[in-house]
């Protein structure tokens, strides 16, 4: 059986936190895009809460990570870092906005 999108989704969601904040990166809004090819390859196009984020190595190493683990049988997970657009916290979910207080 083929991985797909929201699986791969389910996994970065339940595993990879942003240290600084102690949210899951889906719903902080920094995943934009994920593609499964044939479901042998990952694709992950994602962003940081700002370019100088001291932890960005530490989230992509766990994206990776915690994908790999989950799903042995894929080829490659590859994960793109982009800066267009800039992530903002409008972007993040409305559990996380309530999770940290946002109105």
């Known amino acids: 059986m083929a991985v797909t999108e929201e699986q791969v989704r389910d996994v970065i969601r339940k595993n990879v936190f942003d240290p600084e904040i102690g949210l899951n990166i889906v719903d902080l809004g920094l995943i934009y895009d994920i593609k499964v090819p044939e479901g042998k ?3 992950v196009k994602m962003t940081l809460t700002s370019p100088g984020c001291p932890v960005g190595p530490q989230i992509i190493a766990a994206v ?3 994908v790999h683990q989950a799903h042995p049988e894929l080829d490659a997970i590859n994960v793109h870092v982009v800066w267009s657009p800039l992530w ?3 972007m993040m979910t409305q559990e996380a906005k309530d999770q940290l207080g946002f109105f």
């Open 88 to 90: 903002n916290p409008d």
């Open 41 to 43: 390859t990952v694709d």
């Open 64 to 66: 990776q990570t915690y």
